[in-house]
């Protein structure tokens, strides 16, 4: 009898599995061994993959294809309209460059040249991220939240309710937003500092669950949410937001990359404040062009509508190691300090190191710390690292200590992220960036911020 089962052996249940094996094979088609070569992205959405053999007949059938149907026919929807223009010699590249492809670029690198780059990093650093600084808010008016006097079937986690507190109280301090806690104005919640430019909409970008704009809506006021999120969750803000009286609420289910703001019917001409926390890696900027329509700015950036209704933007950027250089705003910012494409990529790579480990007490403020990388001297008359003889930047990377890579990498996260500060201050905005939780509740403690120039 067990001849004619599926020769994959199943260790937890000590025994092989019970299906029958596939026609010239010893195993079934769950356990059938498979190159890596064979599968590629569904074309469809490429969360998922499938065999080459099968993907004509897979994409007839493909549970997503409805919704990629219904959502191509939305006057929103415009493919990659947030990507960033390609370059010329970048046509014919790697879509994506992962991290495995980022790693092997830094280990090929000679000893020489990884030196010069964390030299330039270095230097980079001290000359462009001096004005960031820690800014952690617990604003009045998110008391009802942080004494957990809200309804009891909302989701309620310490850390993750002062992060939202903070993005607010940062938004408040900023001038984009004002509280009536204390105020005889019972109905300017929702204003910018200036009332001609009353704030009526929230856009949260990689929105989730949308329990950023629960609490913002509960402790600020707007008429109008439009969450924009690619993926489906249970347990979402929508019921209780939706319970509200008056205010609107519109759930986008789009990949930022493809999503035209300007053509959001209910959002056009409405003032509005855009918010995101943890908008992983390219997120932030494809956030960014989406807000700020590079695409309809063929003239001058003020002349664009989409532009002059954007009264206030926070970003609380992350998992800066999927960046990618094709999608970054500001190539521009590190051409200019002489970082190519290659050493960008290794620096998102990087940054990794920044939260790969609970550094706590040990890691050393950056901001004041003249890193010398003391474990990594490179000594040029032995042509090596430290002590002892050491080749290849993969040795090299490997005698790092811990904290030193982790300064490493959050330098590289900032110089990323002023980066980004400065595109939006090109385009008429006054920003900030800041830091606006310790590192001991979230590492990726990021916040940029962003104003339109008459919110004052």
Known sequence: MEENRCKFWLPKKNRFCANSPLKDSQFCGNHKPRSIEQWIPCPIDSSHSVLKENLESHVKRCPLLKQAQSLSLQPFYQKGINAGKEEEEE?????????????????????????????????????????????????????????????????????????????????????????????????????????????????????????????????????????????????????SLRQKESLILERLRIDIEDLNLNAVESLRGIPYLAIGKHLCGPATDLTLRCCLSEQCNQGSVQDCRSNANLKGLAIATCCHHLCQWKHYTNRKFMSDLGITKGQFHAMTWFTSWAVDADHGSDLPDITDCSLQLQSIYYNEEKQCFGPGDIHGVEDVVRNIKPVERAVLGFKCKQIIDVGRMMWAKEHGFDTQLVKYVPSGISPENHLLLARHAKCL
């Open 91 to 239: 046509e014919e590249e790697e879509d994506n460059v992962s991290s495995e492809m980022k790693r092997s670029a830094v280990y090929s690198m000679t000893v020489t040249q990884f030196c010069k780059l964390i030299n330039k990093i270095e230097s980079v650093h001290a000359s462009t991220c001096k004005d960031i600084w820690e800014s952690y808010k617990v604003p009045e008016a998110c008391n009802m939240w942080i004494k957990r006097e809200i309804d009891r079937k909302l989701p309620f986690q310490e850390k993750h309710v002062a992060q939202q507190a903070s993005i607010l109280g940062n938004l408040e301090d900023f001038g984009v937003i004002k509280s009536s806690v204390g105020s005889k104005e019972a109905d300017s919640q929702g204003f910018c500092s200036d009332d001609s430019n009353f704030v009526h909409a929230v856009v949260e970008f990689g929105a989730g669950r949308g329990y950023l704009t629960q609490m913002l809506a509960d402790c600020y006021g707007f008429d109008s949410v439009f969450l924009v999120e690619r993926k489906s969750y249970k347990l979402k803000a929508d019921r």
